[in-house]
Each structure stands twice: as C-alpha cells, then as structure tokens.
C-alpha cells in the first residue's frame, strides 16, 4: 500500500502563485508514475501535470507554462507550482502515483485531496 499525504492548499487572490506538496510513505517501489490531477464540482477529474519515471513529464495543454511540476526520487515528493492563478484553477488537486502491479499490471493511488481557491 501506498500513502500520499498533500499539503499547501488554501485561499489565494487572482495573480498570486502556490505551492503544493505531496508526500508518498510505504510500500514505495516499481513506480511508474507520480503527478497532480484536479477536480471542480460536477466535472471529472483531469491531468495538470504527470512525470513518467525515466521520461518525459506531461501535461495538459491548458496548463502547460502556468504549471511546475518537481519530483524528488529519493525523498518520494511531488510538488507543484502554480503561478498566475486564477479563478478557473479553484478546484480540489489530488496527489496521484501509478505502481507497478504484476498481477492487474497497475494501481492507482489518490491523496485525499486538498482544496485550492482562488478568490479577491
């Protein structure tokens, strides 16, 4: 099992910048990949930014150059950075890990979320 624990949500004004953290504790081994996905009421949960182990780091087109995602390996972190905020980035933002699974060939895991509003 893994453990994701998220931090660094909050109330933030438009044009501000802010940073979350997530921190993952366990059975943390064949990772695939770790990341930051975000989610309004009444919409599905989408991608803001994902790094591949060994690759490349995606992210949805609407968040590329506003959004900064940092990996730490050795520390098993995943931070992100949000600059220019604004009012459509109000959303909860999960912490997101894809391991290995030889038997079902992945599972997910999920923080439980941290709520990030942007508002004057």
């Known amino acids: 099992q893994v453990q994701l624990v998220e931090s660094g949500g909050g109330l933030v004004q438009p044009g501000g910048s802010l940073n979350l953290s997530c921190a993952a504790s366990g059975s943390i081994f064949n990772v695939l990949a770790m990341g930051w996905y975000r989610q309004t009421s009444g919409k599905q949960r989408e991608l803001v930014a994902e790094t591949i182990t060994g690759g490349p780091t995606n992210s949805a087109d609407s968040m590329k150059g506003r959004f900064t995602l940092s990996r730490d390996n050795a520390k098993n972190t995943v931070d992100l950075k949000i600059d220019s905020l604004k009012p459509e980035d109000t959303a909860v933002y999960y912490c997101?890990?894809?391991?290995?699974?030889?038997?079902?060939?992945?599972?997910?895991?999920w923080g439980q979320g941290t709520q990030v509003t942007i508002s004057s």
């Open positions: 997101h890990v894809r391991q290995l699974n030889v038997t079902m060939g992945f599972t997910d895991y």
